[in-house]
């Protein structure tokens, strides 16, 4: 069955029509540039068309802090008003074609059947995230005092099955992992035995990792603080990579660019994590002060790059092949547009990685050329891909300005009239 997108197309290609020139003389004028350094601009443009990047189900809603949360008219209040949502982002961007769900908070009674929904917009499911950070209505006991490190035996089983009913939910949605992330920890120095709090993690992440299906994977989510302010579980890295590697075999690090110290060098952990073989999965987002949920490349999009960099470098090694997604929250914006922008900063920094004339820049490292090597990394840094994302998008169906095509599209005001409110009760995602 063809999918059913929810924009005209007709309209799209009216919006595009009057672009569609000025793109393919700059994709032009940029392939004859880097035909200069010796690079097929055809080949780029190819590898980006296969490149993708998931949404993840709860970046569709409005998001908000501990203080307030400020919806906005016409966003999705569920599961399948926000399939609808990411169905848009799919068809203006061609990039974002899987959606990562979070369970319970995408629960429904029919799996396949969601599915199915997802298939006629064009989209699939990506891994599924089980949430043991909060206590769910007719939850028989509490996660206040943790879940998968909870002292408590009892606690522990029940995140565990929680796990294990996201995979069994996963299974069906053709889905292929599952990610983890607990926020298990402490506020006070002496509240938690720091090394049988890990060996408790360990232990029952082993339980839902000898229950994967053949084929799945399970990522292992890190993060530096938040809930707990003073000692976090899995707070960082070496901890994430310590258990992946004591879990098993299909167990890697999913690594969330949010979730560092501020000065943290990211593109050196996931160097270290793709040698280890270890790196399964990322959460793209920017971050400026302790946040984790800025839009991608918003803030250091040059950090974004050397990201990128490390991956490309990675790329060929045995069982490399982590999964991209997005994870942000979007307070300030329409979160179509901003999931928009962020899936075109993350191909703006991967085909720039892409653009590094490799061979250059292991030669300037092998001979300790400092500067020749900085250089080789700025000159892919510097150049305006720009025209091959648009020419990209365009050649697949997408709009060639896809907020200005969103923007011209009038969803958000339809559905304004169409969707009920949705509610704007403090609290944070
Ligand atoms: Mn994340």
């Not at 980006?48 to 501990?66: C, D, H, I, K, Y």
């Not at 960082?236 to 949010?258: F, K, N, Y």
């Not at 050329?369 to 025209?387: G, H, I, K, N, Q």
């Amino acid at each position: 069955m063809a999918a059913q997108m929810p924009l005209c197309e007709d309209a799209i290609a009216g919006w595009n029509a009057p672009l569609l020139g000025d793109v393919r003389a700059d994709y032009d004028m940029l392939g004859n540039r880097l035909a200069r350094r010796g690079i097929a601009i055809d080949a780029l443009a190819a590898r980006l068309a296969g490149f993708s990047v998931a949404l993840p189900s709860w970046g569709l809603g409005r998001g908000g802090t501990r203080f307030a949360k400020f919806p906005l008219p016409g966003e999705p209040t569920g599961i399948h008003e926000k399939l609808e949502d990411c169905a848009v982002v799919q068809q203006l961007g061609r990039t974002t074609p899987r959606v990562s769900l979070h369970l319970p908070w995408d629960k429904v009674d029919d799996w396949r059947g969601l599915r199915q929904e997802a298939g006629a917009l064009g989209l699939s499911f990506d891994a599924v995230n089980s949430n043991s950070f909060q206590d769910q209505p007719g939850q028989p006991l509490s996660y206040a005092a943790g879940s998968l490190a909870a002292t408590d035996p009892a606690v522990r089983s029940q995140a565990i099955r929680h796990n294990l009913d996201c995979i069994e939910a996963g299974v069906a949605l053709g889905s292929g992992a599952i990610t983890i992330w607990i926020g298990d920890g402490g506020n006070l120095p002496g509240q938690q035995n720091l090394a049988r709090a890990l060996d408790r993690y360990i232990e029952a992440a082993r339980v839902i990792h000898e229950a994967l299906p053949d084929g799945w994977r399970m990522f292992l989510e890190h993060k530096l603080y938040e809930p707990a302010f003073y000692t976090t579980v899995v707070a960082d890295w070496g901890t994430s990579l310590m258990a992946a590697q004591e879990i098993g075999p299909r167990a890697s690090c999913l690594v969330d660019l949010g979730h560092h110290a501020p000065t943290v060098n990211i593109e050196q952990i996931v160097a270290r994590l793709a040698r280890a073989g270890r790196l399964g999965g990322f959460h793209f987002n920017d971050s400026k002060y302790g946040d984790d949920d800025l839009d991608a490349g918003a803030i250091n999009p040059h950090q974004l790059f050397l990201v990128m960099n490390e991956l490309v470098e990675a790329h060929g090694l045995p069982g490399f092949d982590p999964a991209y997604m997005i994870d942000q929250s979007h307070n300030v914006t329409d979160p179509i547009e901003s999931l928009l922008s962020s899936a075109e900063a993350i191909q703006t920094a991967w085909l720039k990685a892409w653009l590094v004339d490799r061979e250059a820049l292991h030669a300037a490292q092998e001979t300790n050329d400092a500067m020749l090597a900085f250089r080789t990394l700025r000159d892919a840094y510097a150049t305006d891909v720009r025209p091959i994302i648009a020419g990209v998008r365009a050649d697949a169906g997408g709009a060639v300005d896809p907020i200005r095509a969103y923007r011209a599209s009038g969803w958000r005001a339809e559905k304004a009239r169409e969707r009920k409110a949705a509610a704007s009760a403090p609290g944070i995602v």
